[in-house]
């Protein structure tokens, strides 16, 4: 089992960067492939990344591609995920999840979830 717990996130503007961390306890975190989610209000939870466990992988939606980087430390039991050139569409709450599934990219897929980070981006 893995307990996931999410921090980094805030209020910012427009353009701005902002780095979520997602720092996991449990066993044997390395094992396990990672996503980000997020869900705006009155919105759906989707995806918006995904990395391999050796992160020799890396999957992003259409929506964040080129914008977003997802990337870990298994030494340190951590993912992240770089969000740069934020827009006021990536306001929702943030959510890292742990994954048996190879690049898993539904919910379905994934096992274990964090409580979620508030990102809020203002015009």
């Known amino acids: 089992q893995v307990q996931l717990v999410e921090s980094g996130g805030g209020l910012v503007q427009a353009g701005d960067s902002l780095r979520l961390s997602c720092a996991a306890s449990g066993r044997a975190f390395s094992m396990y492939n990672m996503g980000w989610f997020r869900q705006a209000p009155g919105k759906e939870r989707e995806i918006v990344g995904a990395?391999?466990?050796?992160?020799?992988?890396?999957y992003y939606a259409d929506s964040v591609k080129g914008r977003f980087t997802i990337s870990r430390d298994n030494a340190k039991n951590t993912v992240y995920l770089q969000m740069n050139s934020l827009k006021p569409e990536d306001t929702a709450i943030y959510y890292c999840?742990?994954?048996?599934?190879?690049?898993?990219?539904?919910?379905?897929?994934?096992?274990?979830w964090g409580q979620g980070t508030q990102v809020t981006v203002s015009s």
């Open positions: 999840a742990a994954s048996t599934v190879m690049m898993a990219t539904t919910e379905e897929g994934y096992n274990y």
């Open positions: 990395i391999r466990w050796n992160a020799g992988d890396t």
